[in-house]
């Protein structure tokens, strides 16, 4: 009898401990940026259509929170000001969320509201080249300190899209200050993703995905990178440049080869 007992208590303190184990072993989706990464649309059909939530439910073994920020920069993300966390900024809150977490996964997108000023009155070069200057500096220094505090997590970044492109429909001076768009996003997503490699980040191809370059290829009378951000933003329609479900689901597309 006395043995009976002594195995039926010590089976009891097995499954007693087992719960708290499985809970503390959750891994975790810690999703990082602006408002592309909360997910904001102009005219939302349905809640939860951002490419994070999109993400989020292709991998349900992870436990997603989102820390994204609104109208948040390099600058902000480093630095707060946008903003409120307990912490002080966004890049703070997710240090003190890695360190008492198991954080497998992070997404990261960030930079465009850097360079949104730059052409609100045609292109400006110093100040692309001052925006550019930081984005490098801080985008560096943010994933140096996120691969510091998670050193096996899966990190991704994305490059960024042109939503200057729908100056197209405006005419010939729209069409040639959207070409003139072009090299510029080129040159800045250059910088982007130097800054995400140093840190062993990947690289979700955004760029690509919105077919940014393709001024040739005609779709329903309209070039194909033109057309993109048209269908995928509601740039062209409402004046917002945040995607569309489509949209979202193209950028959600670009990160999943990368975080599975």
């Given at each position: 009898?006395?043995?009976?007992?002594?195995?039926?208590?010590?089976?009891?303190?097995?499954?007693?401990?087992?719960?708290?184990?499985?809970?503390?072993?959750?891994?975790?989706?810690?999703?990082?940026?602006?408002?592309?990464?909360?997910?904001?649309?102009?005219?939302?059909?349905?809640?939860?259509?951002?490419?994070?939530?999109?993400?989020?439910?292709?991998?349900?073994?992870?436990?997603?929170?989102?820390?994204?920020?609104?109208?948040?920069?390099?600058?902000?993300?480093?630095?707060?000001?946008?903003?409120?966390?307990?912490?002080?900024?966004?890049?703070?809150?997710?240090?003190?969320?890695?360190?008492?977490?198991?954080?497998?996964?992070?997404?990261?997108?960030?930079?465009?509201?850097?360079?949104?000023?730059?052409?609100?009155?045609?292109?400006?070069?110093?100040?692309?080249?001052?925006?550019?200057?930081?984005?490098?500096?801080?985008?560096?220094?943010?994933?140096?300190?996120?691969?510091?505090?998670?050193?096996?997590?899966?990190?991704?970044?994305?490059?960024?899209?042109?939503?200057?492109?729908?100056?197209?429909?405006?005419?010939?001076?729209?069409?040639?200050?959207?070409?003139?768009?072009?090299?510029?996003?080129?040159?800045?997503?250059?910088?982007?993703?130097?800054?995400?490699?140093?840190?062993?980040?990947?690289?979700?191809?955004?760029?690509?995905?919105?077919?940014?370059?393709?001024?040739?290829?005609?779709?329903?009378g309209l070039p194909l990178a033109v057309a993109r951000i048209c269908q995928w933003t509601t740039t062209c329609t409402a004046g917002d440049i945040h995607p569309t479900t489509e949209g979202y689901t193209a950028i959600k597309k670009a990160y999943l080869p990368l975080v599975r």
């Amino acid at each position: 009898m006395t043995r009976l007992l002594a195995t039926a208590a010590a089976i009891a303190l097995s499954l007693v401990t087992a719960v708290p184990a499985q809970a503390h072993d959750k891994q975790h989706f810690l999703a990082l940026g602006d408002s592309i990464a909360t997910g904001r649309q102009a005219v939302p059909v349905t809640p939860n259509q951002g490419y994070v939530a999109q993400l989020a439910r292709k991998l349900p073994n992870l436990q997603l929170t989102n820390l994204a920020c609104d109208g948040e920069t390099t600058t902000t993300m480093r630095d707060g000001g946008t903003c409120a966390y307990p912490e002080g900024n966004q890049l703070d809150a997710a240090l003190k969320f890695i360190k008492h977490n198991k954080v497998q996964l992070i997404t990261i997108t960030v930079a465009g509201n850097d360079i949104a000023p730059c052409g609100m009155q045609g292109i400006d070069p110093a100040c692309i080249q001052q925006a550019t200057a930081t984005i490098d500096a801080n985008l560096k220094h943010i994933t140096a300190k996120l691969r510091k505090a998670a050193p096996k997590a899966t990190i991704v970044g994305m490059t960024l899209y042109d939503p200057f492109l729908a100056a197209w429909l405006t005419g010939p001076d729209g069409q040639e200050f959207a070409r003139q768009s072009i090299p510029v996003t080129q040159a800045i997503n250059d910088v982007v993703e130097s800054a995400y490699q140093s840190s062993r980040v990947k690289v979700a191809d955004v760029e690509g995905a919105f077919a940014t370059t393709d001024l040739t290829t005609i779709v329903d009378g309209l070039p194909l990178a033109v057309a993109r951000i048209c269908q995928w933003t509601t740039t062209c329609t409402a004046g917002d440049i945040h995607p569309t479900t489509e949209g979202y689901t193209a950028i959600k597309k670009a990160y999943l080869p990368l975080v599975r």
